[in-house]
T-cell receptor, first 114, second 114 residues
Framework: KNQVEQSPQSLIILEGKNCTLQCNYTVSPFSNLRWYKQDTGRGPVSLTIMTFSENTKSNGRYTATLDADTKQSSLHITASQLSDSASYICVVSPSRSNDYKLSFGAGTTVTVRA | DAGVTQSPTHLIKTRGQQVTLRCSPKSGHDTVSWYQQALGQGPQFIFQYYEEEERQRGNFPDRFSGHQFPNYSSELNVNALLLGDSALYLC?????????????FGDGTRLSIL
């Protein structure tokens, strides 16, 4: 079973609207949680990184939240633009000695329509 | 400041053949990780190299092997190719010991097995 589950699998929103993506994880203990944006045919690009002690982190119109107690994170996209159409991947880094293996979710595909 | 570069961008092979993929890390980075990303899925960790040694390995068979050179660049070798090896192969670089900093990804090599 994947240790990082994302929902929804995909969503379609109109340009200018907001949306929220969800990430549930079981990796424990963990060092940090990351959100990446991956455009079609490109490599992932980092949006935010939060350590276990952080609750929120923003990067422009992207805001990530983290609840380490419930092991949930969300990524909120404000005032969506056509260029936000991409896959958004939640990634959890373990906090174990000599364990550098990141756990990736399957991603949420966001399509922004004019 | 060059980011992570991968070559080739696309490759077509037949079953049973062998393939070598190459990666040059971002300037200043000394650690390289390789990932396999099947269509519609998140990346899966293959292995990580630092100081020319494999530091950790994911759940991949011995057909997958790698190497890191003194200039930190890296190769991924896959022997006895199977149809299921068709995927996007991503290379990511980072600086050893900076777990709370993002990995930087290349745009990948798209490998198709016929």
């Amino acid at each position: 079973k994947n240790q990082v589950e994302q929902s929804p699998q995909s969503l379609i929103i109109l340009e200018g609207k907001n949306c929220t993506l969800q990430c549930n994880y079981t990796v424990s203990p963990f060092s940090n949680l990351r959100w990446y944006k991956q455009d079609t045919g490109r490599g992932p690009v980092s949006l935010t990184i939060m350590t276990f002690s952080e609750n929120t982190k923003s990067n422009g119109r992207y805001t990530a939240t983290l609840d380490a107690d419930t092991k949930q994170s969300s990524l909120h996209i404000t005032a969506s633009q056509l260029s936000d159409s991409a896959s958004y991947i939640c990634v959890v880094s373990p906090s174990r000695s000599n364990d550098y293996k990141l756990s990736f979710g399957a991603g949420t595909t966001v399509t922004v329509r004019a | 400041d060059a980011g992570v570069t991968q070559s080739p961008t696309h490759l077509i092979k037949t079953r049973g053949q062998q393939v070598t993929l190459r990666c040059s890390p971002k300037s200043g980075h000394d650690t390289v990780s390789w990932y396999q990303q099947a269509l519609g899925q998140g990346p899966q960790f293959i292995f990580q190299y630092y100081e020319e040694e494999e530091r950790q390995r994911g759940n991949f068979p011995d057909r997958f092997s790698g190497h890191q050179f003194p200039n930190y660049s890296s190769e991924l070798n896959v022997n006895a190719l199977l149809l299921g090896d068709s995927a996007l192969y991503l290379c990511a670089s980072s600086l050893w010991g900076t777990e709370n900093q993002p990995q930087h990804f290349g745009d990948g090599t798209r490998l198709s097995i016929l």
